[in-house]
């Protein structure tokens, strides 16, 4: 059995406003292996978002723990990316990947010539020199995952990172991140809304019940999922996921009805020297 590489025990997390309190999720308990992709679903408003905010450090748990693997150090092994790239305007491809490196957490182990490596790797290097307004949804995402591909973190949360990209987009990039989690040995965490992702992603599914939420169920996929999406066994595994889907617990969504709603900044993580 593969290492764990991130462990989640009876997580709870609440929020207060006023006289109201709403708690996002509840008794989450979830291991990710070392190695793996877990697809996390569940309807909106269950606290999916908050939970990888949580795991990364931008929240903070009110019961329960998250812990990394033994070999990994906490403080540099996860990185945290938002569905919206929320690039830097005024820096370039280049200098936006390299952004992290300004941390002095960030230059741990960091070998000389990252950046070039980096961009030329996920496919950046026609566009290195050119600002984000300049790029196309599937270049700002690439280059978003580039940030934190550079700081060489093992363990990677991506919040919806394709939801706003068009099919044919979205289908090239998923295919981009499963080859991208292989070569670097990740252990990845992406939250989606769709079944189809879920599956075609996922070397397990997690699926999320509604409001206050929790892990209802998990489901191992293997690679199954990468070879053929289409596959019988695939679509019988998405109708019993779909059968299993809570969406009449469902709440609006929280930036809807007043609650925090999650940052689009991506966690670069460390201080600055």
């Not at 992709?37 to 999916?48: A, E, F, R, T, Y």
Request: charged share 25%.
């Amino acid at each position: 059995m593969a290492a764990v590489a991130l462990r989640i025990r009876d997580g709870g997390k609440s929020f207060v406003r006023g006289q109201d309190h709403r708690v996002a999720f509840e008794g989450v308990d979830l291991d990710i292996r070392a190695g793996e992709i877990v697809s996390l679903l569940g309807p909106s408003g269950c606290g999916k978002s908050t939970l990888l905010r949580s795991i990364a450090g931008l929240e903070d748990l009110d019961t329960g723990s998250i812990e990394v693997g033994d070999d990994m150090d906490p403080d540099h092994a996860v990185g945290i990316a938002f569905q919206q790239p929320s690039l830097l305007p005024w820096l370039t491809v280049a200098g936006n990947v390299g952004l992290g490196l300004r941390f002095a957490a960030n230059r741990v182990a960091v070998s000389d010539g990252i950046i070039d490596r980096t961009i030329i790797e996920l496919g950046l290097e026609a566009v290195a020199d050119s600002f984000p307004d300049e790029l196309s949804g599937g270049q700002a995402q690439r280059a978003n995952v580039a940030r934190l591909i550079v700081t060489g973190r093992p363990i990677l949360l991506l919040d919806e990172p394709f939801a706003a990209l068009d099919p044919a987009t979205r289908a090239g990039l998923q295919d981009w991140l499963i080859e991208l989690q292989r070569s670097h040995d990740l252990s990845v965490v992406v939250v989606t809304h769709d079944v189809s992702e879920a599956l075609r992603l996922g070397d397990r599914v997690a699926l999320m019940t509604g409001a206050p939420g929790s892990i209802q169920r998990v489901w191992d996929v293997g690679g199954s999922a990468a070879a053929d999406r289409d596959a019988p066994a695939m679509e019988s595994l998405r109708q019993e996921i779909l059968d299993h889907y809570d969406v009449d617990q469902s709440p609006e969504r929280p930036e809807r009805s007043g609650w925090p709603a999650p940052s689009d900044v991506i966690e670069l993580g460390g201080a600055a020297s």
